[in-house]
């Protein structure tokens, strides 16, 4: 168990602090005392699930804007947004022929914050294959990916693909004119494949064009499965750049 | 014993010597408050983005009545682009998929850990991004103009001020763009009596394009001496049939228009690249051959999204980006 340091300060905002975050209760939740000492500080960042992504110390040319942009952190800051009015949108969303197109109207007009959510998840989904392609960017021309990082950077790889494959697949949900066409479009390039291409097409869509079959197929990889794999290579990819030791750093 | 021997220096990098740390800082706050402030930013930004600008929401879904222009979804647009200019496998899914292996395969052929942490941090980094963005740019737009055959109309228009019966000679055809090799480029090549092999008449010529639109390929099993024909290979599964080029006659004037001269672009322009960066002696080392390819590949998908996006109206018409038509 951690031993924290619990300064006091005079008068009543020392006891209102006291009954705040000394009390039974609150340190059951958070074992780290209030982080305005450098051992809190380290404590907080190392008990906490969410804020143990990071290392407690990080070298000081890493929070310099200009070193990286926030670009990393801005796609998953995205991935979290998207994953959020995803949510909100499924509420009001059902994935047949007959009633998305309905939905996306009713959401457009007779739903409170619908039409924001809608606006909020479809910009921030084109946010998020932009800020992939910087955040690449960003690691080829700090040359980010030499060794031990050779890995990491293949596991990029594989995340910036599964951007498009989830923006893709979340296309076609709208069921208007625009979706139809652009996954219809999509589709075909991939059925020119040589050997697989067919199959794949008549796999993804469930039948020989876009239907009923292919908007729950998109639907399913869209809302879950998609996410599912994104969020594995996303913790390997968070995991491996903790045990290479942060960011990439002049020799 | 070859894990052990990797692992030493890889440990290196996660051991940080005691000096280090007085050039440390907490993450909390240093590091957690500008993450905090980044994400107040852009929720914010994104919230007044949403609030300003409504996501498009067309017409229902119909399969019966095709938009012109139907595009793919934007940062597929690039892709959809190349369609327009070879053979549709080769453009949408082998180009890029070469390009996205070549991406993955990045790391293990520039193994050498200089020029890390730091922005251009190599010789001749800078020069060498920018020229190759310019160099990609320029070839790109040049050829999908050259491509589009606009310069036909211009050229034909003020020849014939000068001479009313003017028409671009069949010669030249190839200069119009690159589907004219195939469709409108005609040359005769007499062929002595001794040469005229095959059954039946003999026109004495060889003529581009008709003569090499049915030219048998090696082991097809049905050209060549007798004991080079046979039966189709019925007793492969279906999928190996398919990839058996039996009675394969192929299209020469097809092929080269929709592959040989694509790939012939797509491999001779890296080369290229790279030869003139090193003539100019930028490129010195992997990392600089890295930097110009993966500027020459970043420029060709942004290039392509901006012409694809922007410039291409009904029927996939090269056309100002004010003149693409309004789908609903």
Not at chain 2, 8 to 31: F, G, N, S, Y
């Amino acid at each position: 168990m951690s031993v924290t340091e619990q300064p006091r300060g005079p008068g009543i905002g020392g006891w209102l602090a006291d009954k705040l975050f000394r009390n039974y209760i609150w340190r059951s939740i958070f074992r780290s005392g209030y982080p305005n000492t450098p051992r809190n500080q380290m404590l907080v960042v190392a008990t906490n699930v969410f804020l143990h992504l990071h290392p407690t110390r990080i070298h000081k040319t890493h929070v310099r804007i200009t070193h990286t942009y926030c670009l990393g952190g801005l796609t998953f800051f995205f991935f979290l947004s998207l994953t959020v009015t995803g949510v909100m949108l499924m509420f009001y969303y059902v994935p047949s022929p007959g009633q998305a197109y309905t939905d996306l109207q009713a959401l457009e007009t007779n739903i409170r914050f619908g039409m924001l959510m809608r606006n909020l998840h479809r910009w921030m989904a084109h946010g998020m294959v932009i800020s992939v392609f910087l955040h690449m960017m960003r690691v080829f021309y700090t040359g980010a990916y030499k060794p031990p990082r050779e890995f990491n950077w293949v596991v990029g790889v594989i995340l910036l693909t599964l951007t498009l494959a989830l923006s893709f697949t979340g296309y076609l949900l709208p069921w208007d004119q625009l979706a139809i066409w652009a996954v219809t479009v999509g589709m075909n390039m991939a059925g020119t494949a040589p050997i697989l291409g067919e199959d794949t097409r008549l796999i993804l869509l469930g039948g020989l064009e876009v239907g009923d079959a292919a908007l729950i197929r998109f639907y399913t990889l869209h809302v879950i499965g998609l996410p599912l794999i994104a969020a594995i290579f996303m913790a390997v990819h968070f995991w491996r750049i903790r045990r290479d030791g942060g960011l990439a750093r002049p020799l | 014993m070859a894990v052990a021997a990797q692992a030493v220096p890889r440990a290196t990098a996660v051991t940080r010597p005691r000096k280090e740390r007085e050039q440390e800082l907490l993450v909390w706050p240093d590091l957690v408050f500008i993450e905090f402030i980044a994400a107040v930013l852009f929720t914010l930004s994104f919230l007044i983005l949403s609030a300003v600008v409504d996501a498009p929401l067309l017409n229902r879904a119909n399969l019966d009545i095709t938009p012109n222009p139907s595009k793919a979804a934007w940062y597929l647009v690039s892709l959809q682009e190349m369609l327009l200019h070879m053979h549709p496998a080769l453009g949408g899914v082998i180009a890029p998929t070469f390009a996205l292996g070549g991406l993955a395969a990045l790391p293990y052929i520039d193994r050498k850990t200089e020029g890390q942490g730091a922005w251009f941090a190599t010789p001749y980094a800078i020069r060498i991004t920018l020229f190759s963005a310019a160099f990609a740019s320029i070839f790109l737009v040049g050829l999908v103009l050259y491509d589009q055959g606009r310069h036909v109309n211009v050229i034909t228009n003020i020849a014939q001020r000068v001479d009313a019966d003017w028409e671009w000679p069949g010669k030249l055809a190839p200069f119009q763009n690159v589907r004219a090799i195939q469709t409108g480029w005609e040359w005769h090549i007499p062929v002595p009596e001794a040469a005229q092999l095959g059954p039946g008449e003999h026109d004495g010529e060889l003529n581009w394009p008709q003569d090499f639109q049915n030219v048998p390929m090696p082991f097809n099993g049905t050209s060549g001496p007798d004991w080079m024909r046979w039966g189709a290979p019925d007793f492969l599964p279906g999928w190996m049939q398919a990839m058996y080029w039996y009675d394969l006659n192929m299209n020469t004037p097809t092929f080269v228009v929709e592959q040989f001269i694509p790939v012939f672009i797509m491999v001779a322009l890296p080369f290229l690249l790279i030869y003139i960066l090193r003539r100019l002696g930028w490129v010195q080392d992997v990392r600089g051959g890295a930097i110009a390819l993966f500027t020459g590949l970043m420029t060709s998908y942004f290039v392509l999204t901006i012409i694809g996006a922007a410039f291409r109206g009904a029927g996939q018409d090269l056309v100002m980006p004010w003149d693409v038509p309004k789908i609903d």
